[in-house]
Nanobody
Framework: QVQLVESGGGLVQAGGSLRLSCAAS????????MGWFRQTPGKGREFVAA????????DYADSVNGRFTISTDLAKNSVYLQMNGLKPEDTAVYYC??????????????????????WGQGTQVTVSS
């Protein structure tokens, strides 16, 4: 059974930092893209960042580029999202997701939530002004 378990969310002041973790288990993720998405009430899930399981290839939403860093730890089967310079508009529930790379078409397919097969339960991030 595949499981993605997020942790590390919380309340932080604007300008502060948080590090989200996603522990993955239940299968081999070698051929998967790992993504972080976020969602606020009444809105759909928004792409934040993605990384190949090897950690070599990364991509970010324009809104977080230069402030957030996504990475993997193969030994721990984990994915991380280091968030610096947090802003109130970063407040959301953050989700970790895994999307198989085969059968996907188009550049940057990984920004679409529908392309991911597995999701975590989410962790709340709240940034106060």
């Amino acid at each position: 059974q595949v499981q993605l378990v997020e942790s590390g969310g919380g309340l932080v002041q604007a300008g502060g930092s948080l590090r989200l973790s996603c522990a993955a288990s239940g299968r081999t993720f070698t051929s998967y893209i790992m993504g972080w998405f976020r969602q606020t009430p009444g809105k759909g899930r928004e792409f934040v960042a993605a990384v190949s399981w090897s950690g070599i290839t990364t991509d970010y939403a324009d809104s977080v580029n230069g402030r957030f860093t996504i990475s993997t730890d193969l030994a721990k089967n984990s994915v991380y999202l280091q968030m610096n310079g947090l802003k109130p508009e970063d407040t959301a529930v953050y989700y970790c997701a895994a999307g198989a790379t085969w059968g996907k078409f188009g550049s940057r397919w990984y920004i679409r939530p529908s392309e991911y097969e597995y999701w975590g339960q989410g962790t709340q991030v709240t940034v106060s002004s």
